[in-house]
């Protein structure tokens, strides 16, 4: 249910654990959010289609369903921003859950605090995105409309998720310069990311495939070695 009389973004918490739950909403409120809670992947399905929340912290296990077909779910009409919690802490755990759509992933037990701050961060870096409107972008044969999220291959739309097309973006927005690893996994995942980036080469082989490549030579997407990726210069793409 919603908290009354807070005028702060409304954050949809998603936890079985009253444990947890009641006393992160109370952190919520006092740190200027606005907290709805629920228990089941129902309950998340239904407020987050019917509350309009800023963003959705939503844990993997629920007592009727898997967080992860939550999300999916989700993510199929919305890109509401996502933080996931689990109980694992594994690497594929959390490559799982980026890939599927999360822009955070915090494992339990975890600092209130620390959470909040995840927040903020995904709350600032999503809000730029939707309040900055962007003009197209076109490089050789590939445009890109990043208001629209539309990406076109001579004219083909190109079925990409959510990760593809932002990591595309941002390459091209830098097209003929190398853009870094680490500044990748800011601006497309985390600006909190810490470890392994082994999620950002998964997608990038995922969107080499999608724009065509065949793995034996890279036409779009350049490999800096150490580095980061370079999206081709205009003169140097495909005609």
Known sequence: MATSGSTGRRILVVEDEES???PFA????????EPLVTGTAAGALELAADAEPDLIVLDLALPDGDGRDVCREIRRDSDVP???????????DRVVGLE????DYVVKPFSAREVISRIRAVL???????????????VGDIELDPAARIARRDGVELDLSRKEFDLLAELMRHA???????????????????????????????LRRKLGEDG???????????????????ERTPK
């Open 20 to 22: 947890i739950s009641t």
């Open 216 to 234: 034996s030579e890279s036409a779009y997407i350049e490999t800096v070695r150490g580095v980061g990726f370079r999206f081709a210069a205009p």
């Open 82 to 92: 996502i933080v996931m919690l689990t109980a694992r802490g594994t690497e594929m």
């Open 176 to 206: 003929g310069h190398v853009v870094r690893r680490e500044d990748l996994m800011a601006k497309v995942w985390d600006v909190n990311w810490f470890g392994s980036t082994k999620t950002l080469d998964v997608h990038v082989g995922w």
């Open 26 to 33: 109370e952190a919520l409120r006092r740190a200027g959010f």
């Open 100 to 103: 599927i759509g999360a822009d």
């Open 124 to 138: 600032r870096r999503t809000g730029a995105r939707e309040t900055t409107p962007e003009a197209p972008i076109k």
